[in-house]
């Protein structure tokens, strides 16, 4: 439910910008990762970023692409 993640619902328990912040929070530890900075990565082939069972650590969360 993208209104959900992104706005919040009270009667689901996720707080208001869930989504913004995960993806946030995605985007710098992808950078991190890839050692280069936002202005780096958008100049960079997606392929050469995104390999196949590329791994994000996000605290103790991983996550899967």
Do not use: M
Not at 12 to 23: E, F, K, Q, V
Not at 34 to 54: G, H, I, N, Y
């Amino acid at each position: 439910d993208h209104a959900a993640w992104f706005y919040g619902s009270a009667s689901a328990g996720i707080p208001r910008h869930t989504g913004y912040s995960l993806g946030y929070q995605l985007v710098a530890a992808a950078l991190q990762q890839w050692q280069c900075t936002a202005s780096d990565a958008v100049a960079r082939p997606a392929t050469e970023l995104f390999t196949p069972k590329t791994i994000y650590t996000l605290g103790s969360v991983e996550v899967n692409f």
